[in-house]
Nanobody, 127 residues
Framework: LQLVESGGGLVQPGGSLTLSCAASGTKQDLSDIGVIGWFRQAPGKDREGVSCLSFGSGGTNYADSVTGRFTISRDSAKNTVYLQMNSLEVEDTAVYYC??????????????????WGRGTQVTVSS
């Protein structure tokens, strides 16, 4: 399974971006995906979870810092998960990664439980 993030860039505070996480691979790989999560890592900081989407229930969760501003969604026909980011803040500057967990429809409590990762896309929020 391969995950490729896109959509990052430079945006002013208060602006919006939509990130995409495109999954590709065998039919079996794609059907095994149970959860897609978005993470981010700011310079000098640990990677942190941002949001998660269960392919089974459609349930979502969000970090407190992005609740109300970010929305995770999925286009199953395109094997793509999106992260719509509104009201961006300087503190949202980071490399954003998506990750897939196989065999479970419950968002993992630890990032180490994810099975596949993308290479990331840079988001910079600056005036």
């Amino acid at each position: 399974l391969q995950l490729v993030e896109s959509g990052g860039g430079l945006v002013q505070p208060g602006g919006s971006l939509t990130l995409s996480c495109a999954a590709s691979g065998t039919k079996q790989d794609l059907s095994d995906i149970g959860v897609i999560g978005w993470f981010r890592q700011a310079p000098g900081k640990d990677r942190e979870g941002v949001s998660c989407l269960s392919f089974g229930s459609g349930g979502t969760n969000y970090a407190d810092s992005v609740t109300g501003r970010f929305t995770i969604s999925r286009d199953s026909a395109k094997n793509t998960v999106y992260l719509q980011m509104n009201s961006l803040e300087v503190e949202d500057t980071a490399v954003y990664y998506c990750a897939a967990d196989f065999g479970t429809y419950k968002c993992p409590s630890q990032e180490s439980l994810y099975d596949a990762w993308g290479r990331g896309t840079q988001v910079t929020v600056s005036s």
